[in-house]
Each structure stands twice: as C-alpha cells, then as structure tokens.
C-alpha cells in the first residue's frame, strides 16, 4: 500500500537502587525543568471513522525506541493513526512477556493513588510499603526527547498516558467487542511484516511471516499489537518505504535542548564537530559484561590499525602482554539474554595483527602536538612513541563507572594521550540535575546521563561501537549521521539481505 502524502496538519523491583525524590529544587541550585506532557488529542483530533494501530511497550529505552520506529512503520503503511504509548523508563526495565501478561503488568505499573509519596520522601521518613517503588520508574512522552513536527506530516499520532482497553474504547467512542483485533504474541518474535509480496527475506529469528496485504485487509478500528520490537521486523524494501524509514530515523534525534545545549558544550572543547574519535563501550550489564574484554580489544585494535603505526610487538607491549587473556569471556557470570548475540567461536583465538593505511594517510593522522582547537589538556604522553599520537583525541562514551580506572580501558589510554570522558566535563552536566518528573519529584539525570554521552560521541569524524548493542548501532545509523551531516542508511532495496524476486 502506497503511504499518504503528508498531510496538513516491571520496571522496578524491591531489589532495584531507590531514586530518591528531588525536593523543591535541584542540586545545582537552579528551578526544576519539567517534564511536559501533552495532552493525548493535542496534535491530532480523530474523525469519523479513523482506525488505529496501538502496541505494548517493554524493556529498555533503545528497544522502545525500535518498537517505535516499526510502530511508525506500519501506522503509516495501513493509513492508521498510532496510539503511542510513553517511554517507561526504569532499573531494571520490565522484560518482554506473552500478551496477556504484559498487558497485565502494564496495567499495574501505575503511581494512581500514591499521590502522598512525594510528599513523605521529602520528608526524609521511612517510605511506607506502597511507596516503596515509586521513585524506582517514571514514564516520559516519547515528545520529551524527539521533536514529531516532521514525523507527523506522515503519521497521525495520539499520545496516549494510559494503557489500558477500557481508555481506547472511551476516548475513541467504541462499543462493539470487535472494534479491538489484538495480534498476541506468544513468543518475544512472533512474526515479521513484509511490505514487498516478492521479498525472499528469510525469516531469521521471526516465527511467522505476516504480509502487509494480510494487515490492510483486518477493518476493525483498532488493531492491537503485544511487542513490536526488532530491528527490521517491519520490512521496508520498497523505495517508498526505505525513503519514509530513512525519514524516521533521521527525525528520531535527540532535540531536547537541555540535551542538545550540554552535549554541543562538551564538543567544542573536543575541537569541535568531526574533529575527534567517537567510542561507545557498553561493558556494564548482561553479555557485555561476559565479553567485556573481547569488545574492548576489537575496538582497541580498531584505533591501533587507524590511527598508529605501531608494529605487532609494540602493540603487545602496550597490550602489557595480555591480548590472549583479553581475547576470553568472563565466565564469572551467568546471563540469560532474550535477543540472539553473534557467536564468537572464530574470533576468541585471534592473534595480534595490525593493519594500517598507507603511509600517505597515516601521516595525516600521527603528530606530537594536540590539535588545534582541543581546549582540555591532554595526559602527558607514556613515551616518545605515543607522543605521536596525540593529533587523534578520543572520546568514549561507557556505562563504566570509572573508566580511567577500570583496568579493561588501560591499553587505551596507555597508547593515546587525548583521551576523554565525560566525568572530565562534570562542570558542564549541572543543567542535567534539573530536569524532573515534577508531580512524582523524580529526576530524570541518571537516564538522561547515557543519552549526552553518546550524543557527544557520535559527533566525532569516526564512531566506534560495541558490537551486539542496540544503544551503539542507534549510534551509529542514525546520531552520528545526523550530527556530522552524513546519510543516514538503511537496509538496501534488492540488496543480499532484502531480495526481492
């Protein structure tokens, strides 16, 4: 189906750390920034007749951002408008479960009635039992963070606060049992939509193939999904559709300003936009955790090979002789992931190997002076051999919590001199202190502490990212693009992944 021109127009448990409540005002002494929630017909009043697309959100915010995205998708390939529920935004975030369960849990993820909880834990007293968990979670609207004006033009959204059936039936005016077609899901990649009848796209990880025709045929008003999350589970392999997925993930940006303003801060005194190594080293949680070292050296022999000269024994030196350890899992932890990682069978035996440019462009990139523009100083050089590198200055955005100590990152910073992170800018993240959930006094900074991070590290002339992380790959396809004025791509029309026959 052709897509319409653009129109006018849980979370937390009792073994999660507490998010205290704010107070009356920030600790950097400035007025809270609140969170503004739009009413949920402010940008669009449906009409007579109008159907609708609504999904349940879960897990963390990059895989919500996902769901939305193939949210977006099919809205806008049925010609419904998208009821689009809140980012939820907790630790640890409420896993994927089967429809009914989900829509369950959803349900009793609610602060109705602990309107007195703010108010004790201002306080300071012991928070009563049924407050236990309310400053673990909040939920946001997704137009806190992405600016909708150009989206909209293409999709007719509704903000919806409220999950269940009962508000879809009031607020849309439906009275008949079959105004709601719900497609449950019964395992956490129930089925992939294709939007090209001649695709021999496999299914991959997806169960069931559902075709696009088989979508517009349903005439209920309201077509209800479980989970929509999965890269590429809504196919796009028309060009109509590859341009409109390349549209959405341009739009879905972070614009908040105070986000914008701190991360544009932080890159000046980098030298600039294009003017550094952007890295992002996901190590904290799950399998990275398991393969927290092997990560790190792909990505470190990633920087050796582009921007040094060293030879295989200095790299080993460097490495303090322990790439063979580094190359292994940590088998300290036992982790059970929903989605599928790439197998590391052929990589964890891998020799120090190094591969550089011709000497031509390696030049370009070796000197023993800082680049001009780089206002913060860098650390003073291990020997004359990494003098020469201090042109490259890197940035790393990680979810370590002392990345300067943390003996993973040594090899990094032991070889480059200009290396930077973000508690080196700690001066410039007190607007981020502010920005809170007023009605519940729940500050947003630790979540919105990540998202700066990698803004700043996607403005950088090259990006590096943890392989298997959907925070890296939202990095890599679409802020860094976007930021140094790049294309944003997508899965290739007729191309080996998504053949059209």
């Known amino acids: 189906m052709a897509v319409s021109q653009p129109a006018s127009s849980a979370l937390g448990t009792t073994n999660a750390p507490i998010i205290r409540p704010s107070g009356n005002a920030s600790a950097s002494s400035g007025h809270p ?76 993820q609610t602060k109705r009635g602990l309107s007195h909880c703010p108010s004790i834990g201002a306080a300071g007293e012991p928070l009563p039992a049924e407050c236990l968990n309310y400053f673990r979670w909040t939920h946001v609207p997704w137009s806190f963070f992405y600016d909708f004006s150009v989206i909209e033009q293409y999709v007719r959204i509704v903000f919806r606060d409220d999950l269940s059936e009962e508000w879809i039936r009031e607020s849309l005016d439906l009275r008949d049992d079959k105004d709601i077609m719900y497609m449950k899901d019964m395992s956490p990649y129930e089925f992939r939509v294709y939007d090209h009848p001649n695709s021999s796209t496999p299914l991959a990880k997806f169960v069931n193939r559902i075709e696009l025709a088989s979508l517009e045929a349903i005439d209920a008003p309201v077509l209800h999904f479980g989970s929509v999350f999965g890269t590429y589970r809504v196919l796009a392999q028309t060009e109509e559709h590859a341009a409109l997925l390349k549209e959405f993930r341009s739009q879905m940006i972070f614009k908040h300003p105070v986000l914008t303003d701190t991360a544009a801060r932080v890159v000046k005194q ?46 080993a030196y460097y490495e303090e002789y322990r790439h063979d350890e580094d190359r292994k899992e940590n088998e300290d932890y036992e982790v059970r992931q929903l989605r599928e ?8 035996d891998k020799p120090i190997e190094v591969n550089h440019p011709p000497a031509a462009q390696l030049a370009h990139v070796l000197g023993d002076t800082p680049p001009p523009g780089l206002t913060r100083s860098c650390q003073i050089p291990r020997d004359d051999t990494t003098r020469r590198f201090q042109r490259t200055v890197i940035y790393i955005a990680t979810d370590t919590p002392s990345p300067r100590t943390n003996p ?41 502490i990540p998202m700066v991070d990698a803004m700043i590290a ?5 990006f590096i990212g943890t392989a298997d992380s959907t925070f890296s790959t939202y990095i890599e396809r679409q802020l860094h693009p976007v930021y140094t004025h790049r294309e944003v791509k997508v899965m290739g029309v007729g191309s080996r992944k998504t053949k059209i026959t």
């Not at 609504?54 to 998208?82: C, V, W």
């Not at 990682?341 to 964890?348: A, C, G, V």
């Open 33 to 108: 920034i609140p969170v503004i929630y739009p009413d949920p017909f402010a940008h669009h009043r449906p009409a007579p007749g109008e159907k609708f697309i609504a999904y349940l959100p879960h897990s963390g915010f990059h895989n919500q951002r996902i769901e939305l995205e193939n949210a977006l998708l099919l809205a806008a390939y049925l010609n419904r408008t998208l009821l689009l529920p809140p980012v939820f935004l907790g630790n640890p975030a409420m896993p994927w479960l089967r429809f009914d369960k989900m829509y369950e849990r959803l349900l009793l």
């Open 270 to 315: 980098l030298g600039g936009v294009d003017r550094f190594v952007g890295l992002h080293i996901r190590v904290g949680d799950g399998l990275f955790k398991v393969r927290a070292s092997i990560h790190i050296d792909d990505i470190y022999h990633k920087l050796v090979d582009a921007f040094t000269d060293l030879t295989t024994d200095q790299v």
């Open 458 to 462: 996607a403005q950088g002339h090259t």
């Open 408 to 448: 993973l990152l040594r090899k990094i910073f032991a070889t480059f001199p200009c290396v930077f992170v973000l508690s080196d800018f700690n001066d410039e993240l007190e607007d981020l202190k502010n920005i809170q959930v007023v009605e519940e006094k729940v500050k947003l900074e630790s979540y919105l």
């Open 341 to 348: 990682f790439s197998k590391l069978s052929e990589q964890l």
